[in-house]
């Protein structure tokens, strides 16, 4: 008898699992609220990893064509004299390959049309979790951030808490070769290439949660960081011309005593949101997809949601943990030696890959 799964929220996770689960033989439908995929967006970093889990489910080699080996960067001072390198060459030699720069909506395109059509849903939210529960041998909750299926299990108890900086992202018609990030007092930019022509970029700025400004957004932003070093002036330069979203940064808190309850398993930020620090939102829900799939392949489903907590609850967390680390240390308005001596002894280990 053919097992039926019902995911909800067609993003990274959500199609990563589906894939995984069509594979194993389950029958499967992706309930995303969205009316398609979206047609922007930045840049991801996909790490080893994650491309080690893509290639598991046959579609590592479709991401890669769509983005580009990350190179070398590091993260300076405003005047553009460095704290400590990202030495990409270091992650190749330990994995075998770089970090892939990847634009969010070529990933999305890819992990779609990996899937037979009409197992994605578009326009379709989700408003009663019972019924889909009544209805499903499981139900995935990959629903985001703000996560409703998340809610409807556990409340308000565990919840999103603000992570103390709002953050501008956007894109910009600009060539760059390196990419990196640089901190200031309370304030940071980052920039990375997307392609020929096109440059990724975010600004973060310490402020109250839903703080307003009193000028435009592209004023403010060059009063921060208009004198800091090439090209960050450039990038704001093409500010009007750029695809350009804000919103506060927001991590989950306290940590889910499992990410899964009966059978119902969450995944990607609905189970562990965290702060965007190490890069590593999207290539979790990577991860955390293609391992539910793995576990729930040929196994009760009980034995095998348990399985899939025991697996992803402690790494993702730690994962969490430490980027909260570095989003404080990296927006600390003082003691500016102390953090960049941390940060350098942080990278000796080795970053995440």
Not at 64 to 90: E, Y
Not at 250 to 263: D, I, K, M
Request: hydrophobic fraction near 40%; include cysteine; glycine fraction near 12%.
């Amino acid at each position: 008898m053919t097992r039926t799964a019902a995911v909800v929220g067609g993003g990274i996770g959500g199609l990563t699992t589906a894939i995984g689960l069509l594979a194993a033989g389950w029958q499967v439908t992706v309930y995303e609220r969205g009316q398609a995929l979206p047609p922007t967006g930045t840049g991801l970093g996909i790490w080893p990893s994650a491309l080690r889990a893509l290639d598991a489910l046959g579609v590592g080699a479709a991401v890669r064509a769509v983005g580009r080996p990350q190179g070398d960067g590091a993260i300076r001072r405003p005047d553009g004299r460095p704290i400590v390198p990202l030495d990409m060459d270091r992650i190749r030699a330990k994995h075998g390959e770089p970090v892939h720069l990847v634009p969010r909506p070529a990933l999305l395109r890819a992990l779609h049309d990996a899937l037979p059509t009409g197992t994605v849903r578009f326009g379709s939210p989700v408003e009663d979790i019972t019924a889909l529960r009544a209805d499903h041998d499981v139900v995935i909750g990959a629903d985001g951030i703000g996560s409703r299926v998340r809610a409807a299990l556990l409340g308000d108890r565990h919840g999103l808490r603000y992570a103390g900086a709002t953050v501008w992202r956007g894109t910009a018609d600009l060539d760059i070769s390196t990419g990196g990030e640089t901190w200031g007092s309370g304030a940071r930019f980052g920039v990375t290439p997307q392609g020929p022509g096109r440059t990724n970029w975010y600004a973060v700025l310490t402020v109250p949660e839903n703080h307003r400004f009193s000028r435009p957004d592209a004023d403010e932003l060059r009063r921060h960081f208009g004198d800091w070093h090439d090209p960050i002036p450039a990038v704001l330069d093409r500010y009007a011309t750029s695809d350009v979203i804000r919103h506060d940064l927001y991590h989950l808190a306290p940590a889910l005593p499992s990410y899964v309850l009966g059978n119902v398993a969450l995944l990607g930020d609905a189970a562990h949101a965290m702060t965007p620090d190490l890069g590593q939102g999207a290539c979790q829900a990577i991860i955390d997809g293609a391992a539910l799939a793995e576990c729930l392949s040929g196994a009760e489903v009980a034995d095998g949601l348990l399985a899939y907590d025991r697996l992803r609850r402690r790494p993702t967390q730690r994962m969490a943990a430490a980027s909260l680390m570095v989003n404080r240390l990296a927006q600390a308005r003082r003691w500016h030696f102390v953090r960049d001596t941390a940060m350098r002894l942080a990278l000796s280990f080795g970053p995440p890959a």
